[in-house]
């Protein structure tokens, strides 16, 4: 689906109404990926039981597009492995600071505050794909409030956010509001089973979209003569 980005431009500068029904895998998602590591690295200084490394889950976040600490700073924090390097650091100054401030929330409330003081959304706009990422986040965040009424907590959730990298689980990533004065935009697969009045295939011009002779119509339609079905003269068999 990578290749659907100069789609989406062209959509965009025409001023088209496009309804994004692509799916992209969540492990290539900026915000999932720093979601992943921030919530675990929160919870780990909350539960010690959960046995994270800290110091892979700090460079994680650190690395990410909400802080962007560069290779020599993160070099001077992990080396010689000292713990007491990393809690003197800003990040985890911020951390400790937010599980003070929310103590007695919800899993879900924790989960949205947590985007909201980091500013997990609000600096987006420096990865890009920020309608993407978003629809991502609104996902997690409806997935942790079904597991959190079946009684699951933020360490459940931490475990599902690991399982996103070791099963390679994958969330739809459609736009989040539809119109039905809009272009569906979605993949072949995707669309089976659908009807349109107009489909339009960008890529059908390809040796996978043309198959081969076996795969061709027994006839062709054409306006001024109707159906057309071939001829075979038997005789010259």
């Not at 001023?15 to 590591?37: G, R, T």
């Not at 890009?128 to 079946?150: F, R, T, W």
Request: avoid cysteine; aromatic fraction near 12%; hydrophobic fraction near 35%.
């Amino acid at each position: 689906t990578k290749g659907f980005e100069d789609y989406q431009e062209v959509f965009k500068d025409a001023h088209i109404p496009l309804n994004n029904k692509l799916k992209s895998d969540l492990k290539e998602i900026n915000a999932i990926l720093l979601l992943q590591s921030l919530t675990e690295l929160i919870v780990n200084e909350i539960v010690p039981e959960l046995h994270s490394e800290k110091a892979f889950l700090f460079a994680s976040v650190a690395r990410s597009y909400i802080y962007q600490y560069d290779d020599q700073t993160l070099y001077d924090i992990l080396k010689d492995h000292d713990e007491s390097r990393l809690d003197d650091d800003q990040i985890m100054q911020d951390v400790h600071e937010f599980i003070a401030e929310n103590q007695d929330v919800s899993a879900y409330e924790f989960f949205i505050n947590m985007i909201n003081y980091f500013g997990i959304v609000e600096r987006l706009y420096l990865v890009g794909d920020v309608e993407d990422n978003i629809s991502k986040i609104e996902s997690l965040g409806a997935i942790l409030s079904s597991q959190e009424k079946m009684g699951d907590t933020l360490t459940d959730f931490v475990k599902f956010l690991n399982d996103i990298t070791d099963y390679s689980l994958g969330l739809g990533s459609d736009t989040t509001v539809k119109t039905s004065n809009a272009v569906d935009m979605m993949t072949i697969h995707a669309s089976k089973g659908l009807e349109g009045k107009i489909v339009y295939l960008p890529v059908s011009y390809n040796q996978i979209s043309q198959g081969n002779n076996a795969d061709k119509a027994d006839y062709i339609f054409d306006e001024k003569y109707g159906i057309i079905l071939p001829y075979y003269n038997y005789d010259e068999n």
